[in-house]
């Protein structure tokens, strides 16, 4: 097989169509194939030398952040000759599944995830203690457009408004099912009995509760989950916008409805320190497109005269699902 995928039509297509609504059937692959009307085995061929070639992180799923489990999003002000040392610090914790470098005094951005708030706490002090740093606690507030996804003919694709989540809905068992998940589906011809297999539970009822969890907006995507760095999109943007309370509701819906807006967000500000409380990303192939689709929120009549700042992403350090049950070893 060439190295060279991201031309391939074919490869083109099971990346751009399947980053959600996976098939909730014994073999989900064999479906795939049928609609790119190529076999399972080369479907299954190529989605595996796509994740050996860093190119998607996993197949698997999302979940509604702050519902099975906890996150925040985290930063500290790295002095230059500390970043390296800083950022291994940071990807050690549990739970830490992304950690980027971005252009701003507050440089190194992460999300920290965890079963609960309390481990949260207990990795941010952890960090705040071995790198001698403060650490800016972000929490999110509201999210108004979360389902990242790209597609690969040009463009991300249009936002989906969250859908209400009902965490009644949570089973048990279900949580070790979602950690599966989130960690990657086998890439074989039955994944859903393989994931079934360590959890004592039949294929059947894993496919039935990842039906009912996504029902309940708990699962809010199942499918291929892509490196956008990988696949071009290198020039990507934390834009934050200093607005008050009163103006999200009516700011948030619009900026997330964007085009080139790929997430969008309310979160906590911390007063003086990081007053910031609406937030979105851009993911452009150039930092001049990245730059226009920013002009043109910009002028949205919600944000129009709106103080933002710009915090272009330069490396990624870290990119893994969430921690939602704790690992072993690692108290709850």
Known sequence: MKMDRIADPLDNRLLDEWQRDLPLEPRPFAHIAAALECSEEMVLRRLRFQAKEGRITRVGATCAPNTVSASTLAAVAAPSDRIEDVAAIIGRQPGINHSYLREDRWNLWFVATGPDRAHIDTALAEIAYQTSLRVLDAPLLRPFNIDLGFRMTGGCRK????????????????????????????????????????????????????????????????????????????????????????????????????????????????????????????????RSDAMEILAGAARLPELAGIRHRVLFSNRCFKQTGAMIVPEKGVAA
Do not use: F
């Open 159 to 286: 936002p989906r408004c969250p859908r209400p989540v009902r965490v009644d809905a949570i089973r048990p068992g279900d949580r070790e099912l979602l950690q599966a998940l989130s960690e990657g589906m086998p890439i074989t011809e039955r994944p859903y009995m393989e994931i079934a297999k360590p959890l004592e539970r039949s294929e059947g009822e894993i496919i039935d509760r990842i039906a009912a969890l996504q029902d309940a907006g708990i699962i809010t995507r199942l499918g291929v989950i892509v490196r956008h760095r990988a696949l071009g999109w290198t020039s990507n943007a934390m834009v934050v916008w200093d607005i008050p309370p009163e103006g999200v509701d009516a700011a948030g819906p619009a900026l997330a409805a964007h085009p080139g807006v790929t997430l969008c967000y309310e979160r906590r500000p911390e007063p003086v320190l990081w007053p910031y409380r609406l937030y979105c990303m851009i993911h452009a192939k150039t």
